[in-house]
């Protein structure tokens, strides 16, 4: 089975503009999440789905970040304008909660996220 | 809120030697405990999971790690370091109503591996 798949890998912009980063979850998967990591901050829960539903986007730091998910095989996640303090890199993960799999992620590879 | 304490940033082994690695939580209930493993440029894989019954829980690689509530601690351990091991280790709280939701991570504690 294919993992987590996330595009792109790298990305660099400069400040204002928009980016977006895609998520594919695992196929049959019910949970899927967006983190960020930084130095800084560590892994930070940025906003997480439910069966296509976002059920928490109380880690969103502003406006400027939104996230969708229109179906159960696709994710984004949508910063603009871009700013140099969000260079970072964004995981997308999924899980499943039955099965007693709950809480066991499956992380992507990551989007390295460099704003000039 | 729950939270999560890697005290260690970065911990280095000689190869064979044994390793520990600390992590003390904060939950207010029963917590659901993880440990994550990330090799540079990959994303966090599964080592082990503590959800209730035997306190001392094994995982992929050879690792293994002892929930302890009196301590709030949740170490992982392996008898025997390879050069392989290296890389970023997390360990992780988990809330919600099944322990799904919310994930909450620690800072994570580098390990190195020596000749």
């Known amino acids: 089975d294919a993992g987590v798949i996330q595009s792109p890998r790298h990305e660099v912009t400069e400040m204002g503009q928009e980016v977006t980063l895609r998520c594919k979850p695992i196929?049959?998967?019910?949970?899927l999440f967006w983190y960020r990591q930084t130095m800084m901050r560590g892994l930070e829960l940025l906003i997480y789905?439910?069966?296509?539903?976002?059920?928490?986007d109380s880690g969103m730091p502003e406006d400027r970040f939104s996230a969708k998910m229109p179906n159960a095989s696709f994710s984004t996640l949508k910063i603009q304008p871009s700013e140099p303090r969000d260079s970072a890199v964004y995981f997308c993960?999924?899980?499943?909660?039955?099965?007693?799999?709950?809480?066991?992620?499956?992380f992507g590879e990551g989007s390295r996220l460099t704003v000039l | 809120a729950q939270s999560v304490t890697q005290p260690d940033i970065h911990i280095t082994v000689s190869e064979g030697a044994s390793l520990e690695l600390r992590c003390n939580y904060s939950?207010?209930?029963?917590?659901?405990l993880f440990w994550y493993v990330q090799s540079p440029g990959q994303g966090l894989q599964l080592l082990l999971k503590y959800f209730s019954g035997d306190t001392l829980v094994q995982g992929i690689k050879g690792f293994e790690a002892e929930f302890k509530r009196s301590q709030s601690s949740f170490n992982l351990r392996k008898p025997s370091v390879h050069w392989s091991d290296a890389a970023e280790y997390f360990c992780?709280?988990?809330?919600?109503?099944?322990?799904?939701?919310?994930?909450?991570f620690g800072t994570g504690t580098r390990l190195t591996i020596i000749p």
């Open positions: 789905f439910n069966n296509n539903v976002p059920i928490d």
């Open positions: 196929s049959g998967h019910d949970y």
């Open positions: 939950y207010g209930a029963t917590p659901y």
């Open positions: 992780a709280v988990g809330a919600g109503n099944f322990g799904n939701e919310k994930l909450t």
């Open positions: 993960a999924s899980s499943l909660k039955r099965g007693g799999q709950n809480g066991v992620l499956f």
